[in-house]
């Protein structure tokens, strides 16, 4: 079965630097979540998207934008990116309201 | 906002013995999500419990939803190595869309 695609794996970016993070869903899930794992942290909501507009907002870094293409595709883009930033990246689709399917994580480290 | 205790932070436990981890929340949910994540992976999808007093079995797992819906644990019979991983409880937020995660409870089985 298909599952989330998050594109790229792994990221190393310095300091101020810019960052985009790819999250293909689901075929047929019309929702997409981005969550922010640190190390031994659970993960923190970051920002969703139900039919290409927002519908929730988390935690999301005013540095940070994001949104859901005509495809359902969404980017997650990241601007003067900060040490603190260094995280696993999640991108998770649904059917609103349901269980939450996770893609494999970005790890971005800022150094 | 919505609040999600978990305890404990970490378990550790030798194989065939039983493990639970218990979930609070400060405010009465919808509906309770449980997920797991293997060291180095992604969050997966356990189940979702909606029911007032609901008890779900998945094997030599055991899942609950409080009368109240305000708390949920997590049982698990007879642990084996590979069980081993962080047991997320989360609920879902006044949107309806956003997954607040407890902080987790880790379980390390020694054989």
């Known amino acids: 079965a298909a599952g989330v695609i998050q594109s790229p794996r792994h990221l190393i970016k310095e300091k101020r630097e810019t960052a985009t993070l790819k999250c293909y869903p689901i075929?047929?899930?019309?929702?997409v979540y981005w969550y922010q794992q640190g190390p031994g942290q659970d993960p923190q909501f970051l920002i969703s998207f139900y039919e290409k507009m927002q519908s929730d907002k988390g935690s999301i870094p005013d540095r940070f934008s994001a949104q859901q293409f005509s495809d359902y595709h969404s980017e997650l883009n990241m601007s003067s990116l900060e040490l603190g930033d260094s995280a696993l990246y999640f991108c998770?689709?649904?059917?609103?309201?349901?269980?939450?399917?996770f893609g494999p994580g970005t790890r971005l480290t800022v150094t | 906002g919505q609040q999600v205790m978990q305890i404990p932070q970490y378990q550790h436990v030798q194989e065939g013995e039983d493990f639970t981890t218990y979930c609070n929340s400060s405010?009465?949910?919808?509906?309770i999500q449980w997920y797991k994540q293997r060291p180095g992976g992604h969050p997966v999808f356990l189940i979702q419990?909606?029911?007032?007093?609901e008890v779900k079995k998945q094997k030599r797992l055991t899942f609950q939803f409080g009368e109240a819906k305000k708390n949920s644990s997590l049982h698990i019979t007879a642990t084996q190595t590979t069980d081993v991983g962080t047991y997320f409880c989360?609920?879902?937020?006044?949107?309806?869309?956003?997954?607040?995660f407890g902080k987790g409870t880790s379980l390390l089985v020694t054989p």
């Open positions: 998770a689709s649904s059917s609103p309201g349901y269980e939450q399917y």
């Open positions: 075929p047929r899930h019309d929702t």
């Open positions: 419990l909606v029911k007032s007093g």
């Open positions: 405010t009465t949910l919808s509906n």
């Open positions: 989360a609920g879902l937020g006044n949107s309806g869309y956003a997954l607040n």
